[in-house]
């Protein structure tokens, strides 16, 4: 007898074009033991399984959900900062009700590779509690969010990023830009200023003069960041390329090849870090200083941003000419632990 797959929904902040996110997911995918069908909860379905070739179904549609929900074995939070109530109340209460949804109806539910907080309101902080505590499984991507569900008894699997695992694809003519290269990726964000913005781009426009590298602007999410990359592009007075890719791999592909990256996006950082190539964090966000923290890189807090354009890149210059990417036993030892995210998902085909 042939025993039946087991039907996994996975929830996530998919089909809104952030490579990112995009990343999680195909992770993920990567690491679904073959004994489990994926379904995806998608804001664009249709793209959702072109792009992965996977069941898919509408993320804000009820009867849909409650369907899918009641023919599934697993319900799977795919990594992320879901919840977190710095960006808005709707998302982590969208979350945690997807997930106090899937208990109600019996299923095992898995909290996987999440970055938890911060969360500011105490009902958030009580709803999160209330789901995790739920869950047949728990996994975290960086100590905070540990230290956070260890004062509510739960003992995570704590590893890094799985993306640091996602397997990089070659990306055509990247090779033929003229070198060296580096990689820029910024993002629309309330401590970006319009002012901010400014005093960045005059830096690069000076650290380009000195360097006479080749910038890549890298926009994760069309939406926040390509408007931004045109921007810089106008100003900038040696060569450039928007890059703009929707397959994860070929995103991460990117920064193989690139001398050093200047991003805000965390998984921007963690592409290129684990491609060897230097980083220069902006951070807007405490995921982005706790990757700082992890794995010893450069960078400011964007509300304290130096005002004067060449202090940072002056910065830019020492760290271009004089920093290290990581040693690659390092990026190894970190794409391996990133694999135990995978463990939680092999334990629930043997405990079926």
């Known amino acids: 007898m042939i025993r039946r797959k087991m039907r996994a929904v996975i929830s996530g902040y998919y089909g809104k074009g952030n490579g990112g996110d995009e990343a999680l997911l195909m992770s993920l995918l990567q690491m679904l033991p073959s004994e489990i069908e994926p379904i995806i909860l998608s804001a664009n379905p249709r793209k959702t399984y072109e792009q992965y070739g996977v069941k898919t179904c509408p993320n804000r549609s009820a009867f849909p959900i409650l369907e899918t929900l009641t023919n599934a074995d697993l319900f799977i939070w795919g990594g992320g900062s879901l919840m977190q109530d710095v960006t808005s109340l709707r998302s982590p209460i969208y979350y945690a009700g997807l997930m106090a949804l899937a208990q109600q109806k019996g299923l095992k539910t898995i909290a996987w590779a999440q970055g938890i907080g911060p969360l500011n309101n105490p009902f958030t902080r009580w709803l999160t509690r209330q789901v995790l505590l739920g869950c047949t499984a728990v996994s ?6 540990a230290e956070l569900v260890s004062k509510w008894h739960i003992n995570p699997l704590i590893a890094p990023d799985p993306v640091w695992a996602l397997t990089a694809k070659f990306v055509p003519g990247l090779a033929d830009l003229p070198a ?10 309330p401590l970006l200023t319009p002012q901010r913005l400014k005093i960045l781009t005059q830096a690069l426009i000076d650290f380009q003069k000195a360097t006479n590298t080749c910038l890549l602007l890298v926009p994760f999410q069309a939406s926040q960041d390509l408007e931004i990359a045109r921007s810089i592009a106008k100003k900038l007075p040696g060569s450039y390329k928007i890059i703009q890719l929707e397959n994860p791999r070929e995103l991460k592909g990117v920064f193989k090849g690139v001398e050093m990256t200047i991003g805000m996006r965390l998984h921007s950082l963690i592409m290129a870090a684990s491609e060897e190539c230097k980083c220069f964090a902006l951070s807007y966000d405490p995921k982005v200083n706790y990757l700082m923290e992890e794995i010893e890189i450069p960078g400011w807090d964007l509300g304290k941003l130096p005002s ?16 290290e990417p990581l040693l690659k036993d390092r990026i190894q030892s970190l794409t391996d632990r990133a694999f135990m995210h995978q463990e ?3 334990k629930l085909i043997l405990n079926q």
Do not use: C, M
């Open 140 to 145: 975290v991507r960086d100590y905070k969010s």
């Open 180 to 189: 060296p290269r580096v990689a820029v990726n910024l993002r629309s964000h």
């Open 308 to 323: 004067d354009p060449n202090v940072i890149s002056t910065a830019w210059l020492e760290y271009f000419v004089n920093g």
């Open 344 to 346: 939680i998902l092999q």
